[in-house]
């Protein structure tokens, strides 16, 4: 696919990314000011676990919707971005479980070193009711899977690899890096780490072509870190 349109895909595609970034760094400023924010009654940074773990799934929804808009406004075939396969569970488990085995090696290195490893995210997040554990893993995390894969996988490697002819691989790179640098409220560390599993699930998805394989990697990590660290506070050494 060549042309206006082509170009068109491109260019909106590159202003979310660069959008979503902003923001995730905009917000990454708020959460490590060192005074707390507060509302208009003296509230702290949010009102209720709940009320922010909604506002994460509107967000990574809306962030779905612009996606899916561009595409159909582009006319981009929606089997490019990965949507149109059929799910491939025991894959993306075992996609998932791999990366999350990396991820928890990158931390015993992080803290080897003597470098704090990158929670506060995860600790702000953490539900402290059963109600919001299900809402957590039922809708939240799901939501954010969906969202981010469609953006950094779907539309940046494999919507911009149908319309310009550059290599997945190239664009792996280019989709990882800015996967990274959205998480910037994890830190320089949490971000080349998110970088680093960002590549990994890029691959899964530059291999199959199945979003939906990552969908269920990226879900099955993050429900992981919080279930091992936060419900079962376990912590290895």
Known sequence: MTGPAAGLFVALIALLTIGV????????RLLTRDEPLAGSRGDTLVDSQASLLVNLSLTHFAIALVVGA??????????VIGVGKSPDVLA??????????????????VRARGHDEPTMVRELLAPESP????LL???VLPIIAFGEELLFRGALIGG??????????LLAVISSICFGLAHTAQGSVGIAATAALGFA?????VLTGNLWL?????????ALEFAVHEALDVNFA
């Open 21 to 28: 970034v902003g923001l995730a760094r905009a917000s990454a």
């Open 70 to 79: 561009i595409t159909w406004l582009t006319q981009v075939p929606f089997e």
């Open 92 to 109: 993306g488990v075992l996609l998932g479980i791999g990366i999350y085995a990396i991820d928890e090696g990158l931390g015993i290195v």
């Open 131 to 134: 109600a919001e554990w299900v």
């Open 137 to 139: 893993l039922v809708v």
């Open 160 to 169: 911009v690899a149908s319309v310009t002819g550059l290599s997945p691989w």
């Open 201 to 205: 699930l890029a691959a899964g998805f």
């Open 214 to 222: 990552v969908v269920i990697a990226h879900y099955l990590v993050n």
